[in-house]
């Protein structure tokens, strides 16, 4: 046990060094392209964030691709959609929808969506480099079990679209709004409404924010199947696994100061964030893997 730990930790050092060098390399190729984001006020702090972020998303990787039987280029590209996926492509969408408010250049959107593909290139290859097993054996493997339906998909996406939906809501409001920075943020008012006061006037006002976070939902469900790909989506620890990459993955980033959103608000949106999108990813997995079918899958490991 103390062997393996200390090996998982090597690596994930190792995964950290590897992810703030890519990070490094991305920013100054999108930089000298003039799509860079302005520099930090407080760079020892940036760089401090920068490495807490890169250990919790190399763990979380480190955990994720152990768990994996899969090796080679399949794995690298099913880590990279779920690295690119969740970072960039999920949260620069919200970035996109609410940027009448954060108000961040088009230059700097296409910056950081380039530099989160570049990142997400590398982290996924060096991950899988240095996480992927040497041979494994699968034992006790699932019987009778079989993939949804489009029948089935067609009963099961809307009601997880939805389910993301109203998590979202709530989360939303019961998390962050709650806090006065992020009410006047987006608001430009301190004031704070009942939940059904607030719904309808979001309904009033912005009618499409459903519409978005519905097609988010089915976003999502779709990355949930990435890691259900990589895992085997067998076992309640996958279910568990999948929060913890949503979780993560998306809210890590939040950690990092950027000039668009103060200290209050990122911390706000990381404990919504975090909270809401690990259970949305645990919920998720279990629902499928109930729908499906799938018995429980027990690896072992033989040697890295």
């Not at 040497?134 to 089935?152: F, H, M, P």
């Not at 979202?168 to 006047?184: K, L, N």
């Not at 993955?249 to 911390?267: A, F, H, V």
Request: proline share 3%.
């Amino acid at each position: 046990m103390f062997k393996e730990i200390t090996s998982f930790g090597l690596r994930a050092a190792a995964l950290v060094v590897i992810q703030f060098i890519a990070y490094a390399f991305a920013s100054g190729i999108v930089a000298a392209a003039g799509f860079g984001l302005p520099a930090p006020k407080d760079q020892s702090l940036t760089a401090q964030m920068l490495l807490l972020m890169c250990l919790l998303n190399g763990v979380i990787l480190g955990l994720l691709i152990r768990r994996s039987t899969m090796s080679g280029v399949r794995l690298i590209a099913l880590v990279f959609c779920l690295v690119f996926g969740v970072q960039t492509a999920m949260s620069q969408l919200e970035t996109l929808y609410f940027n009448s408010v954060l108000g961040i250049p088009e230059r700097q959107l296409i910056g950081i969506i380039t530099s989160g593909a570049i990142t997400a290139v590398l982290t996924s290859i060096g991950a899988v480099l240095l996480f992927r097993r040497r041979w494994t054996i699968s034992s006790a493997i699932a019987k009778g079990s079989q993939k949804l339906s489009s029948r089935q998909w067609s009963f099961i996406l809307p009601p997880l679209s939805a389910v993301y939906v109203v998590v979202y809501f709530i989360f939303g409001y019961f998390v962050a709004w709650q806090f006065t920075d992020v009410r006047t943020f987006y608001s430009h008012s301190s004031d704070i409404l009942s939940f059904p006061a607030h719904m309808l006037n979001f309904f009033r006002t912005d009618s499409w924010l459903l519409v978005f976070q519905a097609f988010r939902g089915v976003l999502w469900v779709g990355l949930a199947l990435v890691v259900l790909a990589i895992t085997g989506g067998r076992a309640w620890i996958d279910a568990l696994l999948t929060g913890g990459v949503f979780a993560v993955l998306l809210t890590s980033q939040l950690l990092i100061p950027n000039p668009y959103m103060g200290e209050t608000i990122r911390m706000a949106h990381l404990l919504e964030t975090s909270t809401s999108t690990f259970i949305f990813g645990v919920a998720t997995v279990w629902l499928v893997g109930s729908k499906s079918g799938k018995a429980s899958k027990t690896v072992t490991t033989i040697a890295w």
